[in-house]
């Protein structure tokens, strides 16, 4: 099964155009001797790196979208490594996968939950539903008439303070 990458790297910066090129055109070989093909390649030009890599400080940066087998990635890597020019790689997954809201990964239908089934709305379906009593009427403010508790203000009275026994 073919994977979808982005195959970022880093080229050495005494290179010349047309080595930058033949160096683009080799790995993309390599990629398609591994059973891969290369979507889309672009030369994003002689940039400055982020630190210093092997003694280089600017490079010539090379992004390409490739589909490979995922048992070839390995001997794609490899290959990078031992490449002198190549003084920096980088390989990453570039689709994201979304499962739809009815399938698990499996594609079986996904089993709904018991409160779901009983007609309870769950904490993000009451947001969505609107709330009915004092909730939706917005923030309930304290009634200043209330009186505090006589009984609550014996005991506090009752209590030494700290310090005096």
Excluded: C, H, N
């Amino acid at each position: 099964m073919l994977r979808e990458y982005e195959l970022f790297y880093i080229l050495r910066p005494d290179l010349d155009d047309e080595q930058v090129r033949t160096t683009m055109d080799e790995i993309a070989e390599v990629v398609a001797a591994d059973g891969g093909e290369v979507a889309k390649s672009s030369l994003w030009g002689r940039r400055r790196l982020a630190y210093q890599i092997t003694g280089f400080t600017d490079g010539y940066y090379v992004l390409k979208e490739i589909s490979l087998p995922g048992e070839s990635l390995r001997e794609l890597e490899r290959q990078l490594r031992l490449d002198e020019r190549v003084i920096r790689s980088l390989i990453t997954l570039s689709q994201v996968y979304y499962l739809p809201e009815d399938e698990d990964r499996r594609g079986r239908p996904r089993v709904r939950s018991r409160r779901a089934e009983a007609g309870v709305p769950g904490d993000d379906q009451v947001a969505d539903e609107g709330v009915e009593g004092p909730e939706a009427e917005g923030p309930v403010e304290p009634d200043e008439t209330v009186e505090a508790d006589p009984a609550v203000e014996q005991d506090e009275a009752a209590q030494p303070d700290e310090g005096e026994e």
